[in-house]
C-alpha cells in the first residue's frame, strides 16, 4: 500500500503522479489518498489504513487512545494563560498553517493570531 495525499499540491507529490508511478513500476500496490483537514480527521485516517490492512481493532484502539492524550491536553491547559501562537507553513509568500494545526495550537493552550 502506497500512502499519498492530494491535499496540498505544494506539500507534496500529488496522488496523481503517484498512481502513475506505481503504474509505471507495475508494482501493483494500492494507492490510497488521505486527505485530512482536522484532528479528528487525522486519527479517522489511522483506522482507514488500520482496516485496509486488517487490523481495524488495533487501528480503532490507537485511535481512542490519541483522542484520549488530546483531551487531556485540552483539559491541562483550560484556565491557564493563552500565549499568543503564530503557526506559519511557508515564508514566501507568508502563509499561515491551516487544517489541523489551528486545533493543536487550541489544544495546547495557546490562543491563534
Given at each position: 500500500m502506497v500512502l499519498t495525499?492530494?491535499?496540498?499540491d505544494v506539500c507534496a507529490v500529488s496522488c496523481a503522479e503517484v498512481s502513475?508511478?506505481?503504474?509505471?513500476?507495475?508494482?501493483?500496490?494500492?494507492?490510497?489518498?488521505?486527505?485530512?483537514?482536522?484532528?479528528d480527521d487525522v486519527?479517522?485516517?489511522?483506522?482507514?489504513?488500520?482496516?485496509?490492512?486488517?487490523v481495524r481493532d488495533v487501528a480503532q484502539a490507537r485511535r481512542e487512545a490519541l483522542a484520549t492524550r488530546l483531551e487531556a491536553v485540552?483539559?491541562?491547559t483550560v484556565g491557564r494563560p493563552?500565549?499568543?501562537?503564530?503557526?506559519?507553513?511557508?515564508?514566501d509568500p507568508l502563509w499561515p498553517a491551516g487544517h489541523w494545526v489551528p486545533e493543536?495550537?487550541?489544544?495546547?493552550?495557546?490562543?491563534?493570531?
Open positions: 495525499q492530494d491535499l496540498c502513475r508511478a506505481v503504474r509505471v513500476q507495475g508494482a501493483g500496490p494500492r494507492v490510497l489518498s488521505l486527505e485530512p483537514r482536522t484532528l486519527l479517522d485516517c489511522l483506522v482507514t489504513v488500520g482496516e485496509l490492512l486488517g485540552r483539559t491541562q493563552r500565549p499568543r501562537v503564530v503557526a506559519i507553513e511557508w515564508l493543536q495550537i487550541t489544544y495546547a493552550g495557546a490562543a491563534r493570531h
